[in-house]
């Protein structure tokens, strides 16, 4: 595990999410493993306030979630929103936030951000800790997610010829594999209904 890619990542998420005061990472028992806070705040007097809440909450997590490995929860306390959030069986990744912070804007940062811890308590080698920027489009949409519906794509594949690219496009447009197949000259267009 390294905790120089925990700061790193912990920094990160301070920087994108104003309201976010202070921030944990713990393991399944409440032993907080990293924390970052932001200066005005009082980073010493924070970590033990989130100490004290989250003894407090360990076991409601614990009974409320059980041996789930994904989860997210926002609590309100007086003039602070904790929020809980858990990406795998090792952590959870624990914020305290003003109350006017955007509850989707927690969210959404929060899961990208405790599925990074997850890979590097794992001891992944290559983790990107950039925060990309569809995470910060999906956190100023309503729901936080994608919408959905139907979308058209343009695809444009290049390559030597006769490495099978039309045989490609072919399979998964039609869902066929033409065994008498003629050779395509320049363009081909095809639509999947």
Do not use: W
Request: proline residues 2%; aromatic residues 8%; charged residues 25%.
């Amino acid at each position: 595990m390294s905790t120089h890619l925990l700061k790193i990542a912990l920094t990160n998420y301070l920087n994108e999410v104003e309201g976010v005061l202070a921030v944990a990472v713990c393991d399944r028992n409440g032993l907080i493993i990293a924390s970052e806070g932001r200066e005005d705040a009082g980073s010493e007097n924070v970590i033990g306030v989130i100490s004290t809440i989250l003894d407090g909450y360990i076991e409601r997590i614990k009974s409320e979630f059980g041996t789930e490995n994904n989860f997210f929860n926002i609590t309100t306390t007086g003039d602070k929103k904790f929020a809980y959030c858990s990406m795998g069986p090792h952590s959870i990744l624990t914020s305290i936030a003003s109350p006017d912070t955007s509850d989707v804007k927690l969210r959404v940062f929060s899961e990208h951000i405790a599925g990074k811890i997850e890979l590097i308590l794992e001891d992944y080698e290559e983790i990107s800790l950039e925060i990309p920027e569809i995470i910060r489009v999906l956190s100023k949409t309503r729901g936080g997610k994608l919408p959905v519906g139907e979308y058209g794509n343009k695809l444009i594949i290049t390559g030597d010829y006769q490495v099978g690219k039309s045989s490609l496009i072919s399979r998964f447009i039609e869902n066929t594999f033409s065994e008498s197949y003629i050779s395509t000259l320049g363009v081909e267009i095809s639509k999947k209904t």
